[in-house]
């Protein structure tokens, strides 16, 4: 097993899904297997000050823990001032909508979106009939950028991240990650990874999401068309129906040390992601 893993992707609770247990629960069982770096998320809004918490406490098994903030319906969706205090508490990470992404509504009923079955929010519209990005988001990309932030792209599609991030490099956002690219939902493109590479974005890889991918090669594959020192370790595991990360590692491990070897693999999961969040 691997030590010095950076996680930028745990759930734990209290959440609207059902989860393996309260984040400190979540993240010490994280720490007992090998991670020592993890960044919470929560699609109801923020986990800034759960992260602080969960510091505070002292028994996350020595996982250093951050937080940030996911622009679904229940913050107001494009909202720099949600984004402003997120980050003056010390918040890393920006997600775009998840569950209010037009393509996750859209796809609700996909069976690799089964794990927020239980979840539903209000829509929040990201991109105009013409493709461009809505004016307010403009606002948040200021906020992201000032504070020298991590824009993650949510549940957006291939495309419209590409629209993002474009607009996120104009802004002076210099930390972007492409969130579980390889969900079907989300139509990624391998045609749009030079583009990707060439705006500085680093794409997510992780467990959940290739359990939950049966139409489709899993993100351990992204290697055949990616920098490997632009791929980092996202699990997205806290799911209560699915495996903790202590199940769930060793097997997608070797998968990826199959896939990209055992150097890059280290570097995947110990550096880039730590790199990329840390300021």
Known sequence: MISGVADLHVHGAPSLVERHGLDHEVLGAHGTVGVDFAVLKAHEGSTVERAALAAERGDTAGVEVVGGIVLNSPVGGANPDAV??????????VWM?????????ASASSPELSVHRTLAFRQVDVLDEAGALLPDW????????????????GHLTCSQALVL????KAAGVTRMLLNHPRMPFLQWDDDAAPEFADLGVVLELGILPDILTTD???STTLGEVY??????????????????????????????????????TELIMTTVGRRLVRR
Do not use: C, K, N
Request: hydrophobic share 45%.
């Open 138 to 153: 403009h606002d948040v990309l200021d906020v992201v950028a000032a504070h020298d932030l991590v824009l993650a792209s």
């Open 165 to 168: 991030f474009r607009s996120a």
């Open 84 to 93: 402003e205090v997120a980050a003056r508490l010390g918040g890393r990470v």
């Open 227 to 264: 920098p490997h020192d632009m791929l980092a370790f996202g699990g997205d595991l806290g799911h209560a129906h699915y495996p903790t990360m202590e199940q769930a590692l060793p097997g997608w491990l070797a998968d990826l040390e199959r896939s990209v070897g055992e150097s890059d």
């Open 216 to 218: 489709g090669p899993p």
């Open 97 to 105: 909508p998840t569950v209010s992404a037009p393509a996750h509504i």
